[in-house]
């Protein structure tokens, strides 16, 4: 099951159920099936707090990704600041619900086992990421 939940900011405007086809089209990709899921949308002063809690951390992120996967099912706690998400978009000029959910999908790529830490991993993720935003448009175009 795939949950969206905001903590101190208003919940987003995104099509859940569209949204949670689209996450099990990508993990399928990956050969994954998505589990258990959960999206907790909040703000700049709450991604720092976990960041400081659970990572040690002291700096504003776009989203922290608890991986609790399980063979080939991936499960996990994805929390997005939707601030910095409005300042990437702005920074970037991306319409704000296309780094949303660029964001989105971001965090089931690293439940995917696609990490973008190390020497060249950042552009196999935009590339990842970018092919998800594709698959994406492709969804909506056939409704």
Same mark, same amino acid.
């Given at each position: 099951m795939i949950s969206y939940n905001a903590?101190?900011?208003s919940m987003p405007k995104i099509k859940k159920r569209e949204t949670t086809a689209w996450i099990k089209a990508v993990a399928a990709t990956y050969g @994954?099936?998505? %589990?258990?899921?959960g999206y907790m949308f909040v703000d700049d002063a709450k991604i720092l707090e976990v960041n400081n809690q659970? $990572? %040690?951390?002291?700096?504003y992120t776009d989203i922290i990704t608890f991986d609790y996967n399980d063979g080939d099912?991936?499960?996990g706690d994805l929390v997005i600041s939707l601030d910095t998400v409005h300042s990437n978009a702005e920074k970037f000029n991306k319409k704000y619900e296309e780094e949303l959910h660029r964001v989105i999908i971001h965090?089931? $790529?690293h439940l995917c086992g696609i990490n973008?830490? %190390?020497?060249?991993? @950042?552009e196999i993720m935009e590339a990842n990421e970018n092919k998800a935003l594709? $698959? $994406?448009r492709s969804l909506q175009e056939k409704k």
């Open positions: 903590d101190g900011v @994954r099936k998505a %589990g258990e899921i659970y $990572l %040690g951390h002291d700096y099912t991936i499960n965090g089931i $790529l973008d830490k %190390g020497p060249g991993e @950042r594709a $698959l $994406l």
